[in-house]
């Protein structure tokens, strides 16, 4: 425990404001995660990306429940070690790992699943990175919006009211 919290110290000294964040955070609600990880079918064999991961709940969920490892990409510093602190108190410290980084500019190869919860405009942009980088059978679940007609979901489902949508690379 010790040295899970030694190194959080010393990745905390490392953060720096890169540029101003795309959107402002919202947070997705616990039942959509757990919706969203599901939908994707997540396992413990999967790495699941969450491309601006806020206070870092969907890749602690997916550590937590699921039992995958998971990265989570954020450019804001505040929300970034609130994340850090979280997955230090959720116990997951050794499956979970927070990068200060750019999610446009982050190298997302390893992802077996990624999660956005982004305005459908930056959802439009993230299409050629993610057909560009991820590998065959790579699941993408997006909280509330869409790709638009330029890419349609196989599934979307209705969480109380919260859409939720999956695409795989083929």
Do not use: C
Not at 3 to 32: C, E, M, W, Y
């Amino acid at each position: 425990m010790r040295t899970a919290l030694a190194l959080i110290l010393l990745s905390t000294l490392q953060i720096q404001r890169l540029r101003p964040p795309d959107v402002k955070f919202v947070g997705t609600p616990q039942n959509v995660v757990e919706a969203m990880l599901a939908l994707a079918k997540v396992t413990p064999a999967d790495v699941v990306y969450d491309l601006g991961s806020g206070d870092g709940r969907i890749p602690i969920t997916a550590a937590k429940l699921f039992g995958a490892r998971s990265v989570g990409i954020e450019i804001d510093p505040f929300h970034l070690r609130v994340a850090r602190d979280d997955m230090v108190k959720a116990g997951v410290g050794d499956r979970v790992k927070f990068l200060n980084e750019d999610l446009f500019q982050a190298d997302i190869r390893e992802a077996t699943v990624v999660t956005i919860f982004l305005l459908p405009k930056l959802n439009l942009q993230l299409i050629p990175k993610f057909r560009r980088e991820l590998a065959r059978g790579t699941r993408i679940v997006s909280h509330k919006f869409d790709m638009g007609d330029e890419w349609p979901p196989e599934q979307s489902q209705d969480v109380n009211g919260l859409m939720i949508y999956l695409w795989t690379i083929r």
